[in-house]
């Protein structure tokens, strides 16, 4: 167990379906990310939250909507997605924005999704 | 923008050393990390640097050179649980805060 819980683990969906997912951090981190992972591609940095705040969105589409209700929570909702969005998708936690220590970031350990 | 190379495969016979690199190319620099991972699961934390030279700990080690943008992760006495893909991240302070880019991993097989 990582700390960062990510779920559903796998999860296949429609073009036309709506799906969310969901990342919980047990560390008291105040900042989470979420990635996308396509393979033999870098890891695409998403969305940045900071104490619940958006801070960042990377130009991402609108059929991902990001929630963080609170500094533990995470969610990503989804809909209308594209065969082109099937990924590992990421959630990842730190202390804080600002944080220049040793550790990085924890991840979790993903939700491979298909869209079909 | 922001750059960073590694060979996409490698393969390597249990027992023997290998050397990973990373080139890097970026503004706002603040440190480079090297996680693993294996198929299926999330990236582990290995090593990090911030000041040139070499950090060991245990069986990996990892050098960097910031004048060279230039990072290796050495992996000694190498196991068959060490096949994993080996990504390597330079932190950047980028828009008022630090975040994390990555390179596109590096596919490790390790052979009896």
């Known amino acids: 167990e990582t700390g960062v819980t990510q779920t559903p683990r796998h999860l296949v969906m429609g073009m036309t379906n709506k799906k969310s997912l969901k990342c919980e951090q047990h560390?008291?981190?105040?900042?989470m990310y979420w990635y996308k992972q396509s393979a033999k591609k870098p890891l695409e940095l998403m969305f940045v939250y900071s104490l619940e705040e958006r801070v960042e969105n990377n130009s991402v589409p609108s059929r991902f909507s990001p929630e963080c209700p609170n500094s533990s929570h995470l969610f990503l909702h989804l809909h209308t997605l594209q065969p082109e969005d099937s990924a590992l998708y990421l959630c990842?936690?730190?202390?804080?924005?600002?944080?220049?220590?040793?550790?990085?970031?924890?991840f979790g350990s993903g939700t491979r999704l298909t869209v079909v | 923008g922001q750059n960073i190379d590694q060979p996409t495969e490698m393969t390597a016979t249990e027992g023997a050393i290998v050397q990973i690199n990373c080139t890097y190319q970026?503004?706002?620099?603040?440190?480079l990390f090297w996680y693993q991972q294996h198929a299926g699961e999330a990236p582990t934390f290995l090593s990090y640097n911030v000041l040139d030279g070499l950090e060991e700990k245990g069986r990996f080690s990892s050098f960097l050179s910031r004048s060279k943008g230039y990072s290796y992760l050495l992996l000694k006495e190498l196991q068959m649980k060490d096949s994993a893909s080996y990504l390597c991240a330079v932190r950047v302070l980028s828009g008022g805060y630090n975040k994390l880019i990555f390179g596109a991993g590096t596919r490790l097989a390790v052979h009896p």
């Open positions: 990842a936690s730190s202390q804080g924005l600002l944080t220049g220590d040793g550790y990085g970031y924890t």
């Open positions: 970026t503004s706002g620099f603040n440190g």
């Open positions: 560390l008291g981190h105040n900042a």
